[in-house]
């Protein structure tokens, strides 16, 4: 994978793991999606992060001891049948020149020497508790090199969380992995742009999902960073819908929440435009509610600030925007203390972002908002969402949904927007729209 220094990203995790100590980690598994067909296979985020690796039924193993550190892959063997239904398989033998890695096995021999490894350990990292399977296997392995005590070889004692070492090094991104998340926003931000562009009343969800997908393929994208939001309407006011199959009506406001990965890095775009062209009176006040308070997100996104500051600022501005509009009523301030905005803005401001579209990391150290540092990506994605059966409100507003969505850079100085192409002021999405 050009750019990536996979073995530099096992280097690190090595030096902070601690003495006498081994890391496993499993690549992702094969999902059926009905009777003989499976989903399409991807990596798993920490597997590829320490790897580059593509293919399934593998594991990766980091020992370190006083004297050395080392990589081990177990990998599936080279089998021509098998690859004539599958395809190609690197094959151990192959493996150590090409991933770099320091030995490599096949996946078949790792119930054997997986003891072996273990033995004279003190201490076992892996994502404890997230998968079940894996964890009978590693307590199985521990508990083979128990039984050779009585020869002088100590078992490994200590069960480590892998997740403070290793997810906290995928917080902050290289610049390798910065060009990938840029390239991805990118492509995305065009894919918004077509919808925009061709989006008719009529319709349905799905036809712009697809109209995305194709446009993201064609710039080299593969695949999804997530399953596409396409809600047209009051399904905008669903946060998570993805049903997608919905006509588009006159007078709808469609919100697309969508993004492509490049290379297994993520972007997360959000969009919300009028199906006609033409936002009517409520939409506009809403919407311009929201992008303000994202502007006013974004410009707490540098060095020094913490985590929270974006949604901060956020909440205030929609809170005050909707004291302005009457959908809430009495003193801004009081109103936060009470979370009175909720009903209307239910969730946080946003999320880290990286191999994972909800990427890994601590949001809080020792109970505290963590300050932003540079090499930081996350998104700023306020919204207003007026349920049709919000009956505290006056009718004219039921039925609205609006989310924007940037990925947003930590950088030394401040802050870069990587999905700033895609056009989001009253103004410019009115202007594109009709230009078609």
Avoid at 54 to 82: G, H, P, Y
Avoid at 358 to 387: F, S
Wanted: charged share 25%.
């Amino acid at each position: 994978m050009p750019g990536i220094n996979f073995g530099l990203n096992r280097q690190t995790l090595l030096q902070n793991m601690v003495n006498n100590s081994v890391a496993i980690i499993p690549s992702a598994a094969l999902k059926v999606r009905n009777r003989d067909c499976e989903f399409p296979f991807r990596q798993d985020s920490d597997f590829f992060y320490l790897s580059g690796f593509t293919e399934d039924d593998a594991v990766l193993v980091l020992r370190k001891t006083d004297d050395k550190s080392e990589s081990i892959l177990f990998c599936q063997s080279k089998n021509k049948e098998m690859e004539i239904w599958t395809g190609f398989r690197l094959g151990p033998d192959a493996a150590v020149d090409a991933l770099g890695v320091d030995r490599a096995f096949a996946t078949s021999e790792l119930s054997k020497c997986l003891p072996e490894l273990l033995a004279d350990i003190q201490s076992v990292y892996a994502l404890w508790g997230s998968d079940k399977e894996w964890d009978q296997k590693f307590i199985q392995a521990i508990e083979q090199v128990k039984l050779k005590v009585r020869t002088g070889i100590t078992a490994p004692t200590g069960m480590l969380a892998i997740e403070p070492l290793l997810h906290e090094q995928r917080l902050i991104k290289s610049s390798a992995e910065i060009d990938l998340m840029t390239q991805a926003a990118q492509i995305s931000a065009q894919a918004h742009i077509k919808a925009m562009q061709l989006v008719k009343p009529g319709m349905f969800e799905y036809m712009l999902e697809g109209e995305i997908r194709h446009h993201c393929a064609m710039q080299g994208s593969r695949f999804d960073a997530y399953t596409s939001i396409v809600g047209s309407g009051e399904n905008a006011c669903i946060l998570h819908y993805n049903n997608n199959d919905e006509k588009i009506h006159d007078g709808d406001l469609i919100l697309i929440d969508a993004g492509c990965e490049v290379n297994h890095y993520a972007s997360d775009i959000t969009r919300t435009f009028p199906a006609n062209g033409t936002f009517n009176t409520e939409q506009r006040a809403l919407y311009q509610i929201v992008l303000d308070a994202q502007l006013a997100g974004i410009e707490q996104v540098k060095p020094g600030n913490n985590y929270n500051a974006p949604h901060e600022a956020v909440v205030q501005v929609i809170t005050q925007g909707l004291v302005d509009l009457g959908l809430l009523k009495g003193e801004v301030s009081e109103l936060i203390a009470q979370e009175a905005y909720k009903p209307f803005f239910m969730h946080k401001t946003g999320h880290w972002l990286g191999l994972d579209v909800h990427d890994v990391g601590a949001y809080k150290i020792k109970g505290q908002w963590r300050d932003l540092q540079a090499g930081m990506l996350l998104t700023v994605e306020p919204g207003i969402y007026v349920a049709v059966d919000e009956l505290t409100v006056d009718e004219k507003w039921r039925g609205i949904g609006i989310r924007i969505e940037d990925d947003i850079l930590v950088t030394d100085t401040g802050h870069k927007v990587l999905s700033k192409d895609v056009p989001k002021s009253i103004d410019a999405i009115e202007t594109l729209m009709a230009a078609q």
